[in-house]
């Protein structure tokens, strides 16, 4: 798991690429840029595909576990967070990312991301926004912005967006970043911390849809990101992280790169069960040899 | 005169918080540890103060495995007890209650003939002891004791063991003020007449929940994780498992609501651990995508329903068979998955073992199907046997893919259906476990390739290969048969499914003894996959031979009668259905039969 000191490569990008299908987004979609950004900082950090489990819901973006190595779950519509609790708990071992678009984890599945990041398991939540349902062609998704034309507000909408990255930070997520899919190595960079962070990792990936989206474009947002490593932006100030999460809504500026980052214990650190008998799935389905002691109670 | 019984029946009855529940379950233990068979049953509402509850409390040398028809023995702590429980008293019955300690006004003392209502001054006796107004209960208790003619030394070690924590003057508190209840009734009451021998050096019994069989049933099946979301009547399940599962090695976690539970247990089994949940009817109707969800990622998954009064929030602290239609109708389009209902307390605990099996074994949902008078009632059970079911996992690798089986296929066509199955960490085992159609790979035929000649037939052949699954688990599961008389010179066939087990059993016996009536019995275990033919067989060789055939159930519709006419053709007619959200006491079938007979 660790990088090796001589740079022999055990994991290289052709393991990232068994058993995969060729994936079936639009060509220039924005998550094709998640796809190789993630895959590259995987075998950066020599993460062994069999130890790793890939996790989405339902959507383009969701279609991602197919196209990349490892095992995967290709779950329900704004399930990925749910599958990924009971996945992490069973076990803790696996590196687990998930990741699903913000239809998915916004919208339909919201519930389960804020509860997923306030447990602070040790996983690593991508979510591929491009502020429109591409699957079901182009209706306002939770983060399209006012006034958005789509084929559910056609004449535009009067909903204001989900702010990602304040809302993670008000649940209690350890790492709150985001990233923008058009730059390749940031992205790359960001994914890489995320996965190394010990505890519920946070990525708002801006991915534009070129197809339903004609607003929020690659050019859109190259005119408005900037890195938050480039100004003096400290992480692991909470305040300053709020700050710089409402930057898009109030100064028309999107900040990329890390928000915020603490360290707390674990979920699964802390779970007693695992905590006195171990990785669950490893030990294996076992008859446990003290089940009289827990019946004495009963007579 | 009054009948002398060979049982002892027993409630208590107040509001809530005046510890009705406590008072119940010591007297559960009390007959236990006298050697007998205990059943005791609460009826509660959905208030946490106030309102009115009981705990009835029936006992014998027999396996009394049903509610008692009849109340023997009523404490009556306040003057609503007169009005909800007093009617149920049979003849020779005797009400304890204290006018002057909770102010039950004289016009509130109402009981059928034949029952007296004795004013008992409990809370002045207790006050001698203690300043606390509960301690009355320990008075009453002691003179229920008295009246049924049970060992006071069985009664006096238990409040040893329940105050031990609390130290010894504690302990002598109560020990003293059960005495004064004792002698009180001992001096003033005449006993309850029954034939019940108590044996105070008998072997104890468990006690247990049907709710807490079913956890203690998947613990010692290899439980390793459990989902849940606080909901009446199956939250017992969850309390079980969160307070041992540290112990015994299960990881229990409760999720924001059922939609992430039902998912959590399928992310879960898909990583290779054991999985279960249980809710209640509403939190099912928020599950049911999952169940398909599991069933085509063929991850092994164990969904406990235990109904209570529909529909919507209904009576969650009532009694239905309700909810058997939703269970057939969870998730969209046709996947296997097995629907096995749990049948008595006992059975909890091995059917909580037999469906993590069937799960891994044949890769599915398994759906247990309870109810509230099943899981929230308590029994006596006869010693578990913790070897008789062994932990099988069927065709899980957990070491590396065999050579001869790379590049792995996880949805490998086979003759029963069932692939070869690893999880995550499994070398040369990769595969996305997909929620939409997929290939033998996993790999998704569902957009690009959907239509194309080659997607048309992976379609057919994984539909095929699923569905199989139910032709082979059906021969494994046992074919039910009619108990009783057999067809030829039985005068009834009553059928009935789920927890009304024993309660048919017990009217069948009724009907039997006391109306010479020659009965026989189909009951319902396994409801999905069915046996149609078998069934079918049962139904029509009866009919054939001139019994009537009659359905019991505990809803409205006769939802068990549906799903057999749908299964084999067969109606059956006569039919005895309750949905007041009260459990079905014996007595109350025999009637209806008797009814239904022209008797």
């Known amino acids: ?299 | 005169m009054s009948i002398v019984r060979d049982e002892i029946s027993f409630r208590i009855s107040g509001q809530n918080g005046d510890g009705i529940f406590s008072a119940g379950e010591v007297f559960s233990k009390i007959c236990s540890r006298s050697g007998l068979h205990v059943h005791g049953y609460r009826s509660y509402q959905s208030v946490i103060r106030g309102g009115h509850v009981n705990y009835s409390v029936r006992a014998a040398n027999w396996e009394c495995r049903a509610p008692a028809d009849h109340i023997d023995v009523l404490i009556a702590i306040r003057g609503d007890s007169f009005i909800v429980d007093a009617p149920k008293m049979s003849e020779g019955g005797i009400v304890l209650y204290d006018s002057k300690g909770f102010r039950i006004k004289p016009n509130e003392v109402k009981v059928p003939e034949g029952v007296k209502a004795i004013d008992m001054p409990a809370v002045e006796l207790a006050s001698q002891f203690s300043s606390l107004k509960i301690v009355a209960n320990t008075v009453f208790m002691g003179a229920v004791v008295a009246l049924f003619d049970l060992d006071m030394k069985v009664f006096e070690n238990m409040l040893e063991d329940n105050f031990r924590s609390k130290g010894e003057e504690v302990i002598n508190m109560n020990i003293e003020s059960a005495r004064a209840g004792y002698n009180w009734a001992k001096e003033n009451l005449e006993p309850i007449k029954h034939t019940v021998k108590i044996d105070p050096n008998a072997k104890p019994k468990m006690f247990i929940g049907g709710n807490e069989a079913l956890a203690l049933g998947m613990i010692n099946g290899g439980l390793q994780f459990y989902a849940w979301y606080p909901m009446t009547p199956a939250s017992p399940v969850g309390q079980f498992i969160a307070t041992y599962g540290e112990k015994v090695g299960v990881v229990c976690k409760q999720m924001e609501d059922e939609i992430n539970v039902s998912n959590a247990v399928v992310g879960a089994a898909v990583t290779g651990a054991r999985a279960a949940c249980a809710t209640s009817g509403g939190g099912f109707a928020l599950m049911t995508e999952a169940i398909g969800y599991a069933s085509m990622v063929e991850a092994p998954v164990v969904y406990i329903e235990v109904a209570r009064g529909g529909p919507s929030t209904g009576l969650p602290t009532k009694q239905e068979q309700g909810d058997l239609r939703q269970l057939l109708g969870a998730s969209q389009g046709d996947f296997p998955r097995a629907i096995i209902a749990q049948t008595n307390v006992e059975d909890g605990f091995y059917l909580g073992q037999e469906a993590l099996n069937i799960a891994e074994k044949y890769q599915m949902p398994v759906i247990i199907a309870s109810d509230l008078y099943l899981g929230e009632h308590f029994e006596t059970v006869p010693e578990f046997d913790y070897d008789r079911i062994p932990i099988e996992r069927g065709k899980l690798i957990v070491d590396e893919v065999p050579e001869d089986q790379r590049p792995y296929k996880r949805y490998l066509v086979t003759d029963d259906g069932i692939s070869p199955r690893t999880i995550p960490g499994v070398r040369y085992g990769q595969y996305d476990a997909g929620s939409d159609e997929h290939d033998e790979f996993g790999h998704l035929i569902s957009d690009v390739r959907a239509g194309y000649p080659d997607a048309i037939q992976i379609r057919i052949q994984q539909m095929n290969k699923r569905m199989k699954k139910m032709e082979v688990l059906l021969k494994e599961l046992p074919a039910p048969e009619a108990e009783g008389h057999g067809s030829n010179d039985a005068d009834v066939l009553l059928v009935s499914w789920g927890s009304l087990l024993d309660i048919v059993r017990e009217s069948r016996s009724q009907l039997e003894k006391n109306h010479g009536i020659k009965t026989a019995h189909l009951h319902i275990k396994y409801i999905l996959p069915f046996h149609s033919k078998e069934v079918g067989e049962i139904l029509q060789s009866y009919k054939d031979a001139g019994a009537e055939i009659i359905l019991v159930e505990n809803n409205y519709t006769g939802q068990m009668g549906q799903h057999i006419r749908a299964e084999t053709g067969f109606e059956i007619k006569k039919k005895y259905l309750r949905y007041d959200g009260e459990t079905i006491l014996p007595r109350e079938v025999t009637d209806a039969v008797l009814d239904l007979m022209d008797r």
């Not at chain 1, 967006?161 to 997520?173: D, G």
């Not at chain 1, 962070?197 to 946070?202: L, R």
């Not at chain 1, 008998?277 to 002691?293: D, F, L, T, Y």
Request: aromatic share 10%; hydrophobic share 40%.
């Open chain 1, 1 to 299: 798991m660790a990088v090796s000191q001589e740079n022999v490569q055990l994991f290289t990008q052709s393991d990232w690429r068994e058993n995969v299908s060729k994936p079936t987004w639009c060509p220039g979609c924005g998550d094709f840029g998640v796809l190789s950004a993630t895959r590259k900082a995987l075998v950066e950090l020599q993460i062994d595909p069999t130890d790793t489990l890939i996790i989405s819901g339902i959507g383009c973006s969701s279609n991602f576990p197919h196209f990349i190595g490892g095992y995967g779950i290709h779950s329900l519509h704004g399930r990925a967070a749910a599958n990924a609790v009971g996945a992490k708990l069973s076990n803790p071992d696996l590196t687990v990312i998930v990741a699903g678009g913000d239809g998915d984890g916004l919208g339909i599945g919201l519930g389960g991301l804020v509860h997923a990041a306030r447990r602070n398991l040790d996983l690593t939540y991508v979510v591929m926004d491009n502020q429109i349902y591409g699957l079901t062609t182009g209706q306002a998704s939770p983060t399209s912005l006012m006034g958005a034309k789509t084929k559910s507000t056609p004449f535009g909408n009067i909903e204001l967006p989900i702010n990602p990255i304040a809302m993670m930070l008000a649940a209690n997520a350890t790492f709150v970043a985001r990233t923008f899919s058009g730059d390749g190595s940031h992205f790359a960079d960001v994914m890489k911390q995320a996965i190394e962070h010990k505890g519920f990792a946070f990525v708002d990936a801006l991915s534009p849809c070129v197809t339903f989206n004609k607003f929020n474009t690659y050019d859109y947002f190259r005119e408005r990101v900037y890195k938050l490593e480039d100004v003096d932006h400290d992480p692991s100030d909470l305040m300053a992280a709020y700050k710089r999460a409402y930057e898009w809504d109030t100064e028309d500026k999107i900040p990329i790169g890390v928000f915020y980052k603490t360290e707390k214990p674990t979920y699964e650190s802390m779970e007693l069960a695992i905590k006195t008998h171990g990785n669950p799935v490893k030990r294996g389905a076992v008859r446990p040899s003290n089940i009289k002691e827990i019946t004495a109670h009963l007579y």
